[in-house]
C-alpha cells in the first residue's frame, strides 16, 4: 500500500518536472536574447559649414560672330569645335570687291591731292599779285576758295580710302576673342549679308568658368558675416570624381523679390573642361571650417519626445539612450554640441529593436555578427 502510494507520489513529481520545463527554458532563452546592431565611434574631425544649392554654368566672355560687309565665303579656316586664338582668320568673304574699291579711292585720294597742290601753290604765287594790288580782290578770293575746296576734297577722299581698306579687312572675319567654336552656320560659297544680327559661329572662353546660383534670403546674413574670409565654392559636376574648387568672385547687390534669392557666382579654373556652359551642377559654398567638431553618423541619430539622442554601448555590451544636440548635418555627418564624447560608441542601425539596458551582438556593416 505504502509502496503503490510511493510510486504515484514519484509519477506526479515527475510529470510537474517535464511540465514545468519548457517554461523554464524560454525563461533561459529570453535571458541571453541580444540585439544585432552595427555601430560607429564618435569623431572628432574639421567640419565645413556650408550652404547647398543648384547652380547653373555661364561662359565668362562669349562673342557672337557675324560678317561687317556682304559677299561670298571663300575659305573656312577652322572646323566646328576648334579652338582659336584672338584675331586669327576663321572666315574669308571674297575680297576682290574691296581690294578694288580701295584701288580706285587711292586713285581718287592721289589725284586730288595733286589738285590740292597746284591750287596751294597758285594761292602762293596770287598772294605777291594780290599785295602789290595787280591782282583783283576776287580774284584773290577766288584762288583761296579753290584751294581750300581741293584740300578739304583730298580729307574725303582720304576718309572713302579708309573706309575701303576697312572693308577690305573685314572681309577676313576673325575670332574676337580665344575660345572654342560651336556650330557653324555658313559653308563654303553661301552669301552673307553685312552686319545681321544671325551669328555665323560663336565663341565661348571655356576657362576659367563662372557657376551661378542663389542663396535663400534667410542665408544672406551668414553669407555676410562670413564672406570677407574669403569663402570657397565646390560642385560636383560628376560622380565618381572629385569635386572642383573654385573661389566666389560675385554677389548681387539686391534680392530677388519675386523669388526671395540673391544670386551668387563662383569662377573656376576649368582646365579640364569638366564645367560646360549650360551645365547644371550641384554647389556647395563653404564659408567656415569648425575646427575639431564632435560627429557621428546620421544614421545614429534618432528624434524623440525629448529632442535628439543616440544609443551609447557600454563595456557590458548594454546600450544607453542619450540625449545629444545636433548643430548641423553635412555630408551624412551629425555635428554634435553636447552629449558625446570622442571615441564612445554608438549604434548606427538597429535602434528600433532597442530599448534602455538591452544586449547588443554588434555586427560588421553589411555582414553578420
Excluded at 502510494?5 to 509519477?11: E, I, P, Q
Excluded at 562673342?63 to 576648334?82: P, Y
Excluded at 574676337?176 to 565661348?204: C, E, F, N
Amino acid at each position: 500500500m505504502i509502496e503503490g502510494r510511493t510510486r504515484t507520489g514519484a509519477l506526479l513529481a515527475l510529470t510537474l518536472l517535464i511540465a514545468a520545463a519548457p517554461g523554464c527554458a524560454t525563461k533561459k532563452v529570453q535571458r541571453i536574447a541580444r540585439v544585432a546592431v552595427t555601430t560607429a565611434k564618435v569623431e572628432q574631425r574639421d567640419m565645413p559649414f556650408a550652404l547647398s544649392a543648384t547652380g547653373n554654368v555661364e561662359a565668362i566672355r562669349t562673342a557672337s560672330v557675324g560678317s561687317q560687309v556682304g559677299g561670298v565665303v571663300t575659305r573656312l579656316s577652322f572646323h566646328e569645335g576648334d579652338f582659336v586664338r584672338a584675331g586669327q582668320v576663321l572666315i574669308q568673304v571674297d575680297p576682290r570687291p574691296f581690294r578694288e574699291a580701295l584701288d580706285q579711292a587711292l586713285g581718287a585720294l592721289a589725284r586730288d591731292r595733286a589738285l590740292a597742290q597746284a591750287a596751294q601753290n597758285e594761292v602762293q604765287r596770287s598772294r605777291v599779285l594780290h599785295e602789290q594790288n595787280v591782282l583783283s580782290q576776287s580774284e584773290w578770293d577766288q584762288k583761296v576758295s579753290d584751294a581750300l575746296s581741293t584740300a578739304a576734297t583730298v580729307r574725303a577722299d582720304s576718309a572713302a580710302a579708309n573706309n575701303a581698306r576697312l572693308n577690305l579687312d573685314y572681309s577676313s572675319i576673325r575670332a574676337p576673342i580665344t575660345g572654342r567654336t560651336g556650330r557653324l552656320m555658313v559653308h563654303l560659297g553661301d552669301y552673307v549679308k553685312a552686319s545681321t544680327s544671325d551669328p555665323l559661329v560663336t565663341i565661348i572662353q571655356p576657362h576659367p568658368i563662372r557657376v551661378a546660383f542663389q542663396i535663400p534670403e534667410r542665408e544672406v546674413p551668414l553669407l555676410q558675416r562670413y564672406r570677407g574670409q574669403n569663402p570657397r565654392i565646390t560642385v560636383l559636376p560628376d560622380s565618381g570624381r572629385a569635386p572642383l574648387q573654385g573661389k566666389l568672385v560675385f554677389v548681387d547687390n539686391a534680392i530677388d523679390p519675386g523669388t526671395g534669392t540673391l544670386l551668387v557666382k563662383g569662377e573656376f579654373p576649368n582646365q579640364d573642361g569638366r564645367l560646360v556652359p549650360g551645365q547644371f551642377v550641384d554647389v556647395r559654398l563653404v564659408l567656415f571650417v569648425a575646427p575639431r567638431a564632435i560627429v557621428v553618423p546620421s544614421q545614429a541619430v534618432s528624434n524623440g519626445q525629448q529632442g535628439s539622442y543616440v544609443y551609447v554601448v557600454n563595456p557590458d555590451s548594454t546600450v544607453t539612450p542619450r540625449t545629444i544636440e545636433v548643430e548641423r548635418t553635412v555630408d551624412q555627418m551629425a555635428v554634435v554640441t553636447r552629449g558625446l564624447s570622442p571615441g564612445e560608441p554608438v549604434v548606427t542601425d538597429g535602434q528600433m529593436r532597442l530599448s534602455p539596458g538591452a544586449k547588443i551582438l554588434i555586427r560588421k556593416a553589411g555582414g553578420k555578427g
